[in-house]
């Protein structure tokens, strides 16, 4: 669990840009979600055995703004 929380903590120090990340951590259901502006990721236990845990990891587009390497005007060549 506290591998999950160093990963989500990552992510949002990581970012190229200074966009905002909220990370929880639910103990009593096994959860982690890392909430950003463009996706939300959650990750849950799903089983454990002995020493041995299964996690599954979720990733859903919020729709944001998304990337445009070409800015919000699109494709304009020079003299035009």
């Not at 990963?7 to 103990?27: E, I, K, P, R």
């Not at 890392?34 to 729709?63: D, E, F, L, R």
């Amino acid at each position: 669990m506290r591998a999950l929380v160093c990963f989500g903590l990552l992510l949002a120090a990581t970012s190229a840009q200074a966009q905002t990340y909220t990370t929880v951590v639910n103990s009593n259901t096994k959860t982690v979600t890392t909430t950003g502006p463009t996706a939300t990721a959650t990750t849950v236990m799903t089983s454990k055995s002995g020493s041995t845990a299964t996690y599954t990891t979720t990733i859903t587009k919020n729709g944001g703004s998304g990337y445009q390497p070409m800015g919000s005007g699109g494709y304009s060549p020079m003299g035009r």
